[in-house]
């Protein structure tokens, strides 16, 4: 049952089975931002236009599936970053079925702690640990970047239950016997 559980959809690739939102060219603008999500070859983009610059952005991963999905933009080398807009995937009848901004609030800034490609919104330092197992950030001091790996991409029964090997021994027993 662990594969139709929230955990084990906490992160995946992106592609057309794992990614719920709307990149049929769709847009939203959110005071100084505006975001446009779209479809290219079979891979999502996401274009965004903030501080009088824009910029075109695979979607690398897919975080978390319902009620929301964000999703993750591979800033530079290793380094993933939560982008500013989420899907919510529930349905339509319920508010969902759009895009909205991560701080409905507020207008995120570059300089501000919160904006999307600062250190608090970086999936490697704060994210991680809870949406992946075995994780190895691997940051390099020197160039600030990282090269994280894990052992699962999502959250595996390992992660909150530790060493398996006796689960699996006695269930693989138990299916011998029968």
Request: proline share 4%; net charge negative; hydrophobic share 35%.
């Amino acid at each position: 049952m662990w594969q139709q559980s929230d955990h084990a959809k906490a992160m995946a690739h992106a592609d057309d089975k794992t990614v719920l939102a709307n990149f049929d060219n769709v847009s939203i603008t959110h005071f100084t931002q505006n975001a446009r999500f779209f479809k290219n070859d079979g891979k999502f983009f996401a274009e965004l236009t903030e501080a009088g610059g824009t910029n075109i952005y695979p979607i690398t991963y897919v975080f978390g599936h319902f009620p929301l999905q964000q999703y993750l933009i591979e800033t530079q080398a290793g380094n993933l970053q939560v982008f500013p807009f989420a899907w919510d995937a529930r349905d339509k009848s319920k508010g969902g079925q759009r895009w909205y901004p991560n701080y409905p609030s507020e207008d995120i800034t570059p300089i501000d702690r919160l904006h999307w490609k600062q250190p608090m919104q970086n999936w490697n330092g704060m994210c991680a640990d809870c949406h992946s197992s075995g994780l190895k950030r691997n940051f390099d001091t020197k160039t600030l970047t990282f090269d994280s790996q894990f052992d699962e991409i999502n959250v595996s029964c390992a992660s909150c239950h530790g060493d398996m090997a006796s689960h699996y021994a006695a269930n693989t027993q138990s299916a011998k016997r029968t």
